[in-house]
């Protein structure tokens, strides 16, 4: 396999096996889509296929778009000035990452003639993370669906987050997913979602970063970011009370003698934290989740790592989109780890104790096993 100057695949050289091209959310300041990303890549590539990550890039992560959601105002101009270079420093640092550990298409925006820039492939794949959600992709996203691409479609473990669809958006999803050969999600919400608009035959796989053991993570890894025992606080998402939240984590932390360790996008730090770490890798988010003591987290991805490398943990109920965490938790039977709102009354026992993880691996074993049996069925 060749590479141009730019660092993108040359398509013209991949090899005889079966070229798979997928799609995936895989851009941004968000640890779980950069990871899950090329977890999806080696996932594929366990199926003895070329896989290539589409670099699409969606509006709402492009300069215009870092302008259009922060300049509301005049007064905002400040504002913006002072966040770009972080924008910038954090954009150059997730993109690095993820083209380091793929195979990944020349970039492809919103503008641009999708069918003719889109690798030419024998499967086109619908990959996990958000994909076919409405909000966080801020409406409908043809691209997400290969509109216009002809030959074979599947979607491997694709996650809406959405439990309910306005008519429009049935009307999106049942158009789009009329071409798709073979269709698999990540929640047991998103299969009655489809199962609603006509589709019955959807399998659930778990999150690509979940076929990646703990072993084959730490080879992403970072090395040991934090010398002493630590409580890891991975709370990227609105919470409901972060101030409440970090009076029981600071409980936590006490009753287990372990350190406060966050981090920061900015050079700001979290002042309620012991340790703040400025702007991480995905490697260095993987160091951080690899060695904890203790983990807190709000996140889908936060508690899939949690669990993959069989750390002990509370997952927060987020303020939406709730049922990615949910069914992950539901899956591995350790739904007791879920709190709604982490108040003193919720730090039980129970919480705090030692996670046996021996039937949780059992389980993880026979969905990568389905999942792998899936991709080998409707590759062709």
């Known amino acids: 396999m060749s590479v141009n100057n730019n660092g993108f695949i040359n398509q013209e050289c991949i090899g005889s096996k079966k070229k798979t091209a997928f799609i995936t959310v895989h851009v941004g300041e968000n640890f779980g889509s950069a990871l899950q990303a090329i977890a999806t890549q080696r996932v594929l590539e366990q199926v003895d296929t070329e896989p290539t990550l589409i670099n699409y890039i969606p509006p709402r992560v492009t300069f215009s778009g870092f302008l259009k959601r922060g300049l509301k105002s005049p007064k905002d101009i400040v504002c913006m000035l002072l966040k770009l270079p972080c924008f910038l420093k954090n954009k150059k640092i997730f993109e690095s990452f993820v083209k380091k550990h793929s195979n990944i298409s020349v970039p492809i925006y919103k503008g641009d003639d999708f069918t003719k820039k889109c690798p030419k492939a024998d499967c086109y794949i ?48 049942t158009q789009s997913l009329k071409d798709y050969d073979y269709l698999s999600v990540r929640e047991e919400s998103g299969r009655e979602v489809l199962s609603g608009l006509g589709f019955d035959d959807v399998q659930v796989l778990i999150d690509p970063t979940l076929m990646l053991d703990k072993d084959e993570w730490a ?47 900015t050079y700001l730090k979290d002042n309620r934290a012991d340790i703040t770490l400025h702007y991480p890798s995905p490697a260095d988010f993987l160091s951080l989740m690899l060695y904890a003591d203790y983990i807190l987290t709000n996140s889908f991805h936060g508690t899939a790592f949690s669990i993959n490398l069989n750390k002990d943990f509370a997952a927060i109920k987020p303020n939406k989109f709730e049922s990615r965490i ?14 709604n709102g982490l108040l003193a009354s919720e730090v039980t026992d129970k919480i705090l104790s030692t996670i046996n993880y021996d039937k949780v691996n059992a389980v993880l074993d026979q969905k990568r096993s389905e999942a792998i049996e899936y991709l080998k069925s409707v590759i062709k």
């Open 126 to 173: 619908t990959g996990s993370d958000q994909v076919w959600n409405f909000v966080y992709n801020e409406g409908f996203d043809e691209h997400y669906f290969f509109q216009g691409i002809h030959g074979r479609k599947i979607s491997y473990a694709a996650s809406m987050g959405m439990t309910e669809l306005n008519e429009d958006e049935k009307q999106c999803m």
């Open 219 to 265: 080879k992403y890894a970072s090395p040991r970011l934090i010398d002493k025992p630590y409580l890891f606080v991975y709370m990227p998402y609105n919470a409901s009370d972060e101030e409440a939240h970090y009076k029981v984590i600071r409980q936590i932390a006490a009753k287990k003698s372990l350190k406060i360790v966050s981090f920061s996008l």
């Open 326 to 339: 949910t069914n992950i938790l539901t899956t591995v039977s350790l739904m007791d780890r879920l709190v």
